[in-house]
């Protein structure tokens, strides 16, 4: 079953499988490996021969002894310490998104995240993640990371923004800290977390800011109008339902709020394989 290939693949990353191989010169046996990991030998033999199944390492009988080795895949993208690493992306997913989505029938029904059938609070999520400095960078990783899924550059090359001599990246407490003075505000995965009312309310403070000529920059998944795609948008607004009071929007959508909100000339960069970028000035 697929979430039975999920769990496997989230419990041998939060584990360290990876690293621990990668940080062998050779293949290792399961003794080595269960001594290193702290796991038992049963358990970790079941998990590990599950990996090799799912092609994320590879097994080797050597005289009757299993050896165990990542798979380039897993070498690539798997290690914390790879230039290509995705690891604080799965470790986000593992340890925050995935175990509430057992509750998403009941997030259905309510129309609420998980945070606040849990704690009454819809905010609580991002509390949680900046009570602490380590909560916060662990954050913030993760966002890195899965920008290697996203394409960066060619998200941010939709627009020739030379003309923007100061530029603020939003992030953290924009709603109740007075903004920077900047020429361009950059909302980059920001909006898909909040209702409606809550994006225009954060729109329209940004529109106060800016300067005449000035712009906003909104980087997001966009729904087809029709709504029939993509699909890692539709599967992301699930996640948004699950943890946040937000969802993926199409682009008359976010037409709609940036217009209320005051914004005008609103153009859509194509660059993005997955987001893709809003330009909209004052």
């Not at 299993?66 to 230039?83: C, D, G």
């Not at 977390?193 to 729109?203: A, E, I």
């Not at 795609?229 to 008359?252: Q, V």
């Amino acid at each position: 079953p697929r979430s039975c290939c999920i769990t496997v693949f989230f419990s041998a990353c939060e584990l360290n499988v990876f690293d621990v191989l990668a940080g062998s010169e050779v293949p290792l046996p399961l003794s080595a490996i269960s001594e290193l990991l702290g796991t038992s030998i049963r358990g970790t033999e079941i998990l590990l021969d599950a990996c090799v199944g799912l092609k994320l390492l590879e097994a080797d009988n050597q005289n009757g002894e299993v050896l165990y080795k990542n798979t380039e895949l897993a070498h690539r993208y798997l290690r914390k310490t790879s230039s290509k690493s995705l690891f604080s992306s799965i470790n986000h997913f593992s340890t925050k998104v995935y175990r509430k989505m057992d509750l998403l029938t009941d997030s259905v029904k309510q129309g609420i995240p998980v945070s606040k059938m849990q704690h009454g609070n819809p905010e609580d999520i991002f509390f949680n993640l900046y009570r602490s400095e380590e909560h916060i960078m662990e954050f913030i990783q993760f966002m890195d990371s899965s920008w290697f899924l996203y394409d960066q550059e060619a998200v941010i090359s939709a627009f020739d923004l030379s003309c923007f001599k100061i530029i603020c990246d939003l992030g953290g407490n924009f709603f109740k800290d007075p903004l920077p003075d900047a020429d361009l505000f950059i909302l980059s995965r920001i909006l898909h977390d909040w209702d409606d009312d809550t994006c225009l309310k954060l729109l329209k403070k940004i529109y106060m800011a800016c300067k005449p000529g000035g712009g906003i920059l909104i980087i997001e998944m966009i729904l087809n109008e029709d709504r029939t795609g993509p699909l890692i948008a539709h599967l992301n607004s699930i996640l948004m339902l699950a943890i946040t009071d937000g969802k993926e929007r199409t682009l008359s959508a976010f037409k709609t709020l940036l217009e209320t909100a005051g914004f005008k000339d609103i153009q859509l960069g194509t660059n993005g394989k997955i987001m893709e970028a809003i330009l909209a000035r004052k």
